[in-house]
Antibody, heavy 121, light 107 residues
Framework: QEELVESGGGVVQPGRSLRLSCAAS????????MHWVRQAPGKGMEWVAV????????YYADSVEGRFTISRDISKNILYLQMNSLRVEDTAEYHC??????????????WGQGSLVTVSS | DIQVTQSPSSVSASVGDRVTITCRAA??????LAWYQRKPGKAPKLLIY???RLQSGVPSRFSGSASATDFTLTISGLQPEDFATYFC?????????FGGGTQVEIK
């Protein structure tokens, strides 16, 4: 069964750091580009970052560029999101998501349930 | 960034009803739009991609259509398990952007 499970969320003060993890199982992790998508309370979904299947290419939303880093460990089938210099407006539920291949490219074919990050003093 | 405007924000419907949700893209996205379903406490699920292609395993009562920059998700014959939040996403260009979501509630 294909599954993505996020962990690492919690309450953190502004300016501090947090690292999210996303454990993948049931599919060939190294074959897919992976994304982080977040949803702030009462808001719609916001795309955060993507890493290519081979880890060679990464892109970020302007709102997190320079503060967040997406990475992956193929040997462990884990996706990461290192979040530095956190701001109150980064408070959200963070989802990892698998991008489809071929004609499903650009779409999220598998999502995790999410990990809640609250940035508050 | 390509803005995607979704409407309505909520809709009340009964089992068996036909429900229609719309997303409008601010520019041409060449049909690169998906629809997702989200239930409380569950991971979002891809329903439709490329505007009208049904994802494997999704019931055929879900359908998608497109007309220029307007996209529609139709649920024909609403079932109890369909009460959820639905949102769209454009895949034409980065940053990928989403509609605000539509909550389908029980009338």
């Amino acid at each position: 069964q294909e599954e993505l499970v996020e962990s690492g969320g919690g309450v953190v003060q502004p300016g501090r750091s947090l690292r999210l993890s996303c454990a993948a199982s049931g599919f060939t992790f190294s074959s897919y580009s992976m994304h982080w998508v977040r949803q702030a309370p009462g808001k719609g979904m916001e795309w955060v970052a993507v890493i290519s299947f081979d880890g060679m290419n990464r892109y970020y939303a302007d709102s997190v560029e320079g503060r967040f880093t997406i990475s992956r460990d193929i040997s462990k089938n884990i996706l990461y999101l290192q979040m530095n210099s956190l701001r109150v407006e980064d408070t959200a539920e963070y989802h990892c998501a698998r991008e489809g291949n071929s004609d499903e490219s650009g779409y999220f074919t598998l999502w995790g349930q999410g990990s809640l990050v609250t940035v508050s003093s | 960034d390509i803005q995607v405007t979704q409407s309505p924000s909520s809709v009340s419907a009964s089992v068996g009803d036909r429900v229609t949700i719309t997303c409008r893209a601010a520019q041409d996205i060449s049909g690169h739009l998906a629809w997702y379903q989200r239930k409380p406490g569950k991971a979002p699920k891809l329903l439709i991609y490329s505007a009208s292609r049904l994802q494997s395993g999704v019931p055929s009562r879900f359908s998608g259509s497109a007309s220029a920059t307007d996209f529609t998700l139709t649920i024909s014959g609403l079932q109890p398990e369909d009460f959820a939040t639905y949102f769209c996403q454009q895949a034409e260009s980065f940053p990928l952007t989403f509609g605000g979501g539509t909550q389908v509630e029980i009338k």
